[in-house]
Antibody
Framework: QLVESGGGLVRPGGSLRLSCAAS????????MTWFRQAPGKGLEWISY????????YYADSVKGRFTISRDNAKNSLYLQMDSLRAEDTAFYYC????????????????WGQGILVTVSS | DIQMTQSPSSLSASVGDRVTITCRAS??????LNWYQQKPGKAPKLLIY???SLQSGVPSRFSGSGSGTDFTLTISSLQPEDFATYYC?????????FGGGTKVEIK
């Protein structure tokens, strides 16, 4: 199970930290990913972190503003979001990478319920 | 980035109908293609991975096919619980991308 928390309303330029608590599997064995979905829109991959946390990737739309991290001792994934913009308004999902593709990412077999981040003045 | 194009963007169908959704990649992606189902207010659910492998627990009326650039998701006999939006997603690149979605509505 994956449960996100930390969402809410924030002003443009502000910061927010999302958390994703994992249970029911060995969290430290899996790569993890954050996605987002603007209301009524499609899915967008935004960041990925390896099982140890040593490797991280970001979409161009969030690079330099968002930071992904994890604490395997706490079975938790995080997304620090800084310099937030109106276009960052979306539901944010954490997801587990099943690890089927050895040279790539995905598929994503478990997802959190999603948490809404609204950036507005 | 690899662009994924789904068609149609929406369709109307009846219970019991056979439904086919297509997904085209902007470059060859071998069989690195996954399909998800999303219902309103819910997270996506993995249906098919590696183009044609059925995820555990997913009903056998769902099937996938294709390789290279062209892929298909088929629902052999549409059930009431299948009305949802379906997304394809490529795993050929680390920077994964999704199709725009196909909304399956009740006729």
């Amino acid at each position: 199970q994956l449960v996100e928390s930390g969402g809410g309303l924030v002003r443009p330029g502000g910061s927010l930290r999302l958390s994703c608590a994992a249970s029911g599997f060995t969290f430290s064995d899996y790569y993890m990913t954050w996605f987002r979905q603007a209301p009524g829109k499609g899915l967008e991959w935004i960041s990925y972190i390896s099982s140890t946390g040593a490797t991280k990737y970001y979409a161009d739309s969030v690079k330099g503003r968002f930071t992904i991290s994890r604490d395997n001792a706490k079975n938790s994934l995080y997304l620090q979001m800084d310099s937030l913009r109106a276009e960052d308004t979306a539901f944010y999902y954490c997801a587990r990478d099943q690890g089927y593709y050895s040279d790539s990412s995905g598929p994503f077999d478990y997802w959190g319920q999603g948490i809404l981040v609204t950036v507005s003045s | 980035d690899i662009q994924m194009t789904q068609s149609p963007s929406s369709l109307s169908a009846s219970v019991g109908d056979r439904v086919t959704i297509t997904c085209r990649a902007s470059q060859t992606i071998s069989n690195s293609l996954n399909w998800y189902q999303q219902k309103p207010g819910k997270a996506p659910k993995l249906l098919i991975y590696a183009a044609s492998s059925l995820q555990s627990g997913v009903p056998s009326r769902f099937s996938g096919s294709g390789s290279g650039t062209d892929f298909t998701l088929t629902i052999s006999s549409l059930q009431p619980e299948d009305f949802a939006t379906y997304y394809c997603q490529q795993s050929y690149s680390l920077l994964v991308t999704f199709g725009g979605g196909t909304k399956v509505e009740i006729k």
